[in-house]
Each structure stands twice: as structure tokens, then as C-alpha cells.
């Protein structure tokens, strides 16, 4: 059962009761990289390194170990659409854990030795994912259909507006976005919601909103998608690198559900998927393919990877086009889509087996839907879903000609 409440300064406390030894609390922030003014590139995922450098009562090292001194975990990302700072820990150190966030979420301080020191961090960290491929070309993807829009540029930012951060910027982005009314407290545990709340009160209820008019948020604005088009951009890679995608539908969507099957049929992680039975295991041609569905508040991609020997790309195609056509053009017979729905229930069933996961779910639904999923509730989606709709659905999305983009 998930309980919520709301305190007075506007942050909402969300809490699921379960009988675990283990808890997890955690403050989910609406703000990601869609959320930065121009010259601010990569300060939201900047900002979630530095609320560990140092508060007015902690240094760097006290925070790390006030968590690890008792066997917790202290842990954060950034999206391009939410920032989550949150813990896990043996249940019966909430009120640490909650103290900890509220210090570093609402009392940091960026110190300046700080910023020139994780700079260069983070500076490593894109040289580092420069270095994968198969994880960069999905961002080169994006900035590639979303180009000059707020979606389309880097989470990690770039060295030239990296090195432009200093403290003011930091805090003038911290103070416009990080507030209370803009983030949720979220909670999982045998806690009771009455001590969940209480502690929240205690811990959050002083942070404050910045005055009517004052560093107003940004707007955000949908995207307009421009025709479809192909890129190639050469890498020193001995594989061959692809992505091709469509754009499609927001996270809000009434047919999101028939979308996320029409991903599990293709690509979506199982080894008996269409595009892994056909490329990999009849034809031999790839070590992975897969199928994304990434789904934004007003837009969304569906996206198709695979990395192939370059002689056998065009061949990757056309098995490809094939499998999409046959989803467009063939309903699912009653027994595969029985078969369909009861293997996407059970691989649900078994991520739900994963807490922090669940966790994070759980804090994300509750950001962008206002209300939580339960399990059942999924798998009712699933089962209202017929095979007409996974039909209309393909056609509705694959009808157009798709974006590519290749590493070669």
C-alpha cells in the first residue's frame, strides 16, 4: 500500500509499507537536462555530483560515510527529464537518512575547490563514455532528431560550458530548481507512514520556495520533429554501430501500454524476440539487437540498435524492415499474443522482485503521473490489449520512413 501526504511548503511524501530489513528513502527533483538555459549544459547532472562535496555542517567524506559507516548506500542520477538522490539502508537508520538528504539537498554549499576538482571528473567521465559506443550512439541519436531543442544535447554537458560553472551559476540553478514544490520525498519499508511523515516534517518542512516571481522554471516546450533523415559519423570502431527510430507518442498517451508490447515483440530484451531470433540465431549476423521505447513527458522515440560487422549492415536492414513490416501487416494469433502477455507479465513480475528498482519506479510515477502503478494494475494494461491494437499501433508509429544514424 502506498501512502502520500503533502507538507506545507508543497513537498509531497510518498511512502510504500513492506516487510523488508532493508528501506529506501529518497528525494525525486522535476528537473533534468530539458530543464537548462542556454550556457547551462550539463549543470543538472553537475549540480547531483556536487550535493556530495560538502554542506555547512559536512565535508565530502562525512557525507559519503554517514551512509557507509552502517552498511547503507548513498546513490543519485540525472535524467534528461528528473534528478533522484536517494539511499538504501538497514531500516532502522531512516531518521539518518533523512537528515542526511535534507542536508545535502537543501544545505549545500558548492565549494569552489569542489567545482575545479569534479569538473575534471566529470571531464573524464565524457572521455570515458566517449569510449562506448554502443551507450553514446543513442545520445548522438537524439541530438540528432531533437537538434536545437532542449532534448537534444548532452546529460553530461560538454568541456567548453563545463569549464564556465562557478559557484553563483551552480546556486542560482539550485535555487530555481531544487524546491520544495518541484520534488518529492519518496520511502520503502516496514516503517509506518506516521513515522515517515513526522520525520519528513521534522527534516524538510523549513526548506523554503523562492518568492512569487523570483527564478521562475523553465517552460518546457514540445519538440518539433524535422523529416526523417540519415547520418553517418566515423568512429574508430572495427564494428559498425546503428540506431534507427521513429518518432512517437508522450509517456501520457492512452496507447503507451500497446507501444511498450509492440517493443517487447520486436527487440525488448527477450533472447526469443523477433529481431534476436532473426538476426542472431537464424542468420548469424550480430552478438546483440535490440528495441528501446523512451518516452518523454511531450514526445517519445522508438528506437532499433544493433553493431554488425560493416559487410553485413545492409543486410541488418533489411531483416530489420522485415520484421517491422511483418508486425505492421500480421495480427498476432490468440496463441501468440496469449504467449506474448504472459511472458511481458512475468518479466515485470520478476523486475518487481528488485526493490531499488521498484523504488525508483515508484518515486518516478509519482513525479511525471501523480499517483502510483501497482503490479496488478499493469498487468490488467497488458491483458486489455488485442491484437488489432498492436496492429493499428505498428502501422501508426512505423508508417513513416525512420531516422538512422550509424557509427562506421
Request: with cysteine; charged share 25%.
Amino acid at each position: 500500500m502506498v501512502q502520500t501526504d503533502t507538507l506545507s511548503n508543497g513537498l509531497r511524501i510518498i511512502h510504500r509499507s513492506f516487510p523488508s530489513d532493508i528501506s529506501y528513502c529518497g528525494i525525486a527533483v522535476n528537473t533534468g537536462t530539458r530543464d537548462e538555459f542556454q550556457g547551462e549544459q550539463g549543470m543538472a547532472h553537475f549540480v547531483e555530483h556536487m550535493l556530495f562535496k560538502g554542506t555547512q555542517k559536512r565535508r565530502a567524506h562525512h557525507i559519503v560515510n554517514r551512509m557507509e559507516n552502517v552498511g547503507g548506500e548513498l546513490n543519485a542520477y540525472t535524467a534528461k527529464e528528473e534528478t533522484f538522490i536517494y539511499a538504501a539502508f538497514p531500516g532502522e537508520y531512516l531518521s539518518r537518512t533523512m537528515e542526511l538528504l535534507n542536508d545535502i539537498v537543501f544545505h549545500s554549499q558548492f565549494p569552489s575547490q569542489q567545482i575545479d576538482r569534479e569538473r575534471e571528473v566529470i571531464v573524464d567521465e565524457i572521455l570515458s563514455y566517449d569510449d562506448s559506443p554502443s551507450e553514446l550512439i543513442y545520445d548522438d541519436f537524439e541530438n540528432l532528431i531533437f537538434a536545437g531543442h532542449d532534448l537534444g544535447h548532452y546529460i553530461l554537458g560538454d568541456q567548453e560550458t563545463l569549464h564556465s560553472f562557478n559557484q553563483g551559476k551552480i546556486k542560482n540553478f539550485v535555487q530555481r530548481q531544487y524546491r520544495p514544490d518541484n520534488m518529492l520525498c519518496f520511502s520503502f519499508g516496514k516503517s509506518s507512514f506516521s513515522k515517515v511523515f513526522r520525520l519528513a516534517e521534522k527534516f524538510f518542512s523549513s526548506a523554503s520556495n523562492p518568492s512569487n516571481g523570483a527564478l521562475p522554471i523553465k517552460h518546457r516546450m514540445a519538440p518539433e520533429i524535422p523529416l526523417p533523415t540519415k547520418k553517418e559519423i566515423r568512429k574508430d570502431t572495427s564494428q559498425t554501430h546503428l540506431v534507427m527510430g521513429w518518432p512517437t507518442f508522450n509517456m501520457h498517451h492512452p496507447d503507451k501500454y500497446i507501444l511498450y508490447m509492440v517493443n517487447h515483440l520486436l527487440g525488448g530484451g527477450s533472447l526469443n524476440s523477433r529481431l534476436n531470433l532473426s538476426l542472431r540465431e537464424k542468420h548469424g549476423l550480430v552478438y546483440h539487437v535490440e528495441s528501446n521505447l523512451t518516452l518523454y513527458s511531450d514526445t517519445g522515440l522508438f528506437t532499433i540498435y544493433f553493431a554488425c560487422d560493416p559487410k553485413f549492415r545492409e543486410k541488418c536492414l533489411r531483416l530489420i524492415h522485415k520484421e517491422v513490416e511483418k508486425i505492421m501487416q500480421t495480427e498476432l494469433t490468440p496463441t501468440q499474443l496469449i504467449r506474448a502477455k504472459r511472458q511481458w507479465k512475468g518479466q515485470m513480475g520478476i523486475a518487481a522482485e528488485n526493490h531499488e528498482n521498484s523504488v525508483l519506479g515508484m518515486g518516478k510515477s509519482f513525479l511525471h503521473f501523480g499517483h502510483y502503478i501497482p503490479l496488478y494494475d499493469l498487468y490488467a494494461e497488458i491483458d486489455r490489449i488485442t491484437s488489432q491494437e498492436i496492429r493499428r499501433v505498428a502501422q501508426d508509429i512505423f508508417s513513416t520512413s525512420p531516422f538512422e544514424l550509424s557509427y562506421v
